[in-house]
């Protein structure tokens, strides 16, 4: 049976984007919304919404027995989770199979080995992917994690094992860090993710984070559309990515591409997916993580290969096979994203939500705004920052980059602070011009933008930000 009509199980700019895309192809859709998101653009896009709870996420957007109620009420026998919430939670996808409704992504099965990042790196070992010194599995103790981070050796990363979106994830360079961020980031764990099991790595320094996006269908192709670039973070989350990444060369692309699609077959992988990788600056790779839905970051794949990876998505939960073969790929030019969030970039990126009074969207040429705000929007403070993606494509990076500087100067969000011009000023950096930054960058550029370093050296940046 194909899909008649698709639940769209999250908010903000992701449900706008499968919900356009949704009509696109001619199937109805439905919303859910929580009592904060009852004007959110999402919401109104939709043939038809259902609130299912107060503003709190675990009362609503990841209450499971909710979004499934709204999805059998309204007759959909499909639903799309978007990133975040539910997407990667495999006792709801177990939910909705029992019920028959089709799951756009992955199985549950297949989710519970992936999304569980402990297990995926045993499963990248047995793929022969490279990985990253830690433990085989979750840290049962304290202990048991003293003697693991003491046997690789500091530093070491603590990281929840359920975890993602840059959560549930420290750094410890000693003993006594490492009692005080194992228990912290259990905790922390436990109230993101209902799970507080966590695991161990060794901490790769100043690494870049390279990511493969792979496409697979219920035939057994699998595909990947080449890689992005995710180094740019701020607290272990991603600011700005770009395609291709600048680092690779066409050996290493192809050799992290074969990698990515040898662990998406290992598992019978179905759906969109990212394998997830740093890379040292010896070029070599080593396996992160897998996230099992679509990413936030998406866009720019879409951009370079003239693939809609959404659109594909649902194609493939019909049952049809991938429109294209690897074959068929090309990198086509250059993308960037800049995500756009609501917060304050000089005061250590405090979330700044409240009522958006005007907006400009910038146009033109391969320039795309990925947005769920409006005038007179209310941002509310129970949800993730993000405005919208400022997305653009070009022959060229230097091209891609003078094309987002002009975007950027044209986007205008008032009435709360946002993170455009600090965006702007990073476009300006010699780091970035040259595409030689790291995981490390963002840390050291507010030392500049703050005065810590040599002011001379953006000084008319520091000016610009204020």
Not at 247 to 259: A, H, P, T, V
Request: hydrophobic share 40%.
């Amino acid at each position: 049976m194909g899909i008649n009509k698709i639940l769209v199980a999250n908010r903000g700019e992701i449900a706008v984007r499968v919900i356009r895309t949704c009509k696109e192809l001619g199937i109805p859709v439905v919303s859910v919304y929580s009592t904060a998101d009852e004007s959110s653009l999402h919401v109104k896009l939709a043939d038809e919404a259902v609130c299912i709870g107060t503003p709190r996420s675990k009362d609503s957007y990841l209450n499971m027995q909710s979004v499934l109620s709204a999805a059998i009420a309204t007759g959909c026998n499909a639903i799309h989770p978007g990133y975040g919430f539910l997407s990667e939670n495999p006792k709801f996808i177990e939910m909705v199979e029992a019920t028959g409704i089709t799951f756009i992504g992955p199985s549950a099965n297949v989710v519970s080995r992936l999304g569980d990042k402990a297990t995926a790196k045993m499963i990248a070992k047995q793929c022969g992917v490279p990985v990253v010194e830690g433990s085989d599995g979750i840290i049962l103790d304290q202990e048991d994690g003293l003697k693991i981070a003491r046997k690789i050796g500091y530093p070491v990363m603590i990281k929840a094992s359920a975890g993602g979106g840059g959560r549930g994830i420290a750094i410890a360079n000693s003993d006594t860090e490492f009692l005080k961020a194992f228990e912290m980031t259990s905790m922390e764990a436990e109230s993101s993710f209902g799970d507080k099991s966590v695991y161990i790595e060794k901490f790769v320094e100043n690494p870049r984070h390279v990511e493969i996006q792979i496409m697979a269908d219920k035939h057994g192709n699998v595909v990947h559309l080449f890689e992005r670039d995710c180094s740019m973070q701020r607290r272990n989350q991603k600011m700005i990515e770009e395609a291709p990444s600048s680092m690779l060369d066409d050996s290493l692309r192809k050799k992290m591409g074969e990698s990515a699609v040898k662990l998406a077959k290992h598992v019978g992988y179905v759906g969109a997916g990212t394998i997830e990788f740093l890379v040292d600056s010896r070029k070599n790779y080593y396996f992160m993580e897998m996230n099992t839905r679509i990413q936030v970051e998406h866009p720019v794949t879409e951009m370079i290969t003239g693939i809609d990876l959404v659109k594909e998505q649902i194609k493939v939960a019909y049952g049809k096979e991938l429109s294209f073969k690897q074959k068929d790929l090309q990198i086509l030019g250059h993308s960037i994203e800049c995500r756009i969030n609501a917060e304050n970039p000089l005061n250590n990126f405090i979330p700044t939500p409240g009522k958006i009074k005007k907006i400009l969207f910038p146009g033109g040429f391969n320039v795309r705004f990925d947005s769920h705000i409006y005038p007179d929007y209310e941002v509310p403070p129970f949800y993730d920052s993000m405005l919208g993606k400022l997305i653009v494509f070009a022959p060229t990076r230097k091209e891609a980059i003078r094309k987002m500087r002009v975007a950027l100067e044209q986007l205008v969000i008032e009435g709360i602070t946002t993170n455009i011009e600090y965006q702007y000023a990073i476009m300006h950096t010699p780091e970035f011009i040259k595409g030689a930054y790291d995981t490390g960058f963002i840390a050291k550029f507010n030392g500049l933008i703050q005065g810590e370093y040599n002011e001379e050296l953006l000084g008319w940046t520091k000016r610009k930000i204020k």
